[in-house]
C-alpha cells in the first residue's frame, strides 16, 4: 500500500508563485505517473497537470504557461510549481499516485490535501 504526504501551499496574493510537493511511501511494483488534482469550494475535483513514468508531462488548459511539474531526482516524488497565480486557482490541492500492486492491480493514491489560496 502506497500512502503520499504533501507539502506547501498557503496563501498568496495574485500573481505571485508557490510550490507544492508530495512524496510517496510503502510498498508497490512500481508507480506508473503521478500528478496533482483541485477542487475548488462547491466544484468538483479536476486535473491539474501529471507526469507520466517515461516523463510526459501534461497541464490542464486553464494552467498551461503558469504550471509545471519541475524534475524530481528522486523516485515517488512529484512537485508542482505555481507561477503568475489567480483568484480563480484557489483550491484544495491534491497528490495522486497511479500505483500497481504486487498483483498487478491498478489503484489511484491521494494525499491529504493542501490549502491554496490566492487572495489580495
Known amino acids: 500500500q502506497v500512502q503520499l504526504v504533501q507539502s506547501g501551499g498557503g496563501l498568496v496574493q495574485p500573481g505571485g508563485s508557490l510550490r507544492l510537493s508530495c512524496a510517496a511511501s510503502g510498498t508497490a511494483l512500481r508507480i506508473n505517473d503521478m500528478g496533482w488534482y483541485r477542487q475548488a469550494r462547491g466544484k468538483q475535483r479536476e486535473l491539474v497537470a501529471r507526469?507520466?513514468?517515461?516523463?510526459?508531462?501534461n497541464c490542464a488548459d486553464s494552467v498551461k504557461g503558469r504550471f509545471t511539474i519541475p524534475r524530481e531526482n528522486a523516485k515517488g516524488k512529484v512537485s508542482l510549481q505555481m507561477n503568475s497565480l489567480k483568484t480563480e486557482d484557489t483550491a484544495v490541492y491534491y497528490c495522486?499516485?497511479?500505483?500497481?500492486?504486487?498483483?498487478?492491480?491498478?489503484?489511484?493514491?491521494w494525499g491529504q490535501g493542501t490549502q491554496v489560496t490566492v487572495s489580495s
Open positions: 495522486n499516485a497511479e500505483v500497481l500492486t504486487i498483483g498487478y492491480r491498478n489503484y489511484d493514491a
Open positions: 507526469i507520466t513514468i517515461d516523463g510526459r508531462t
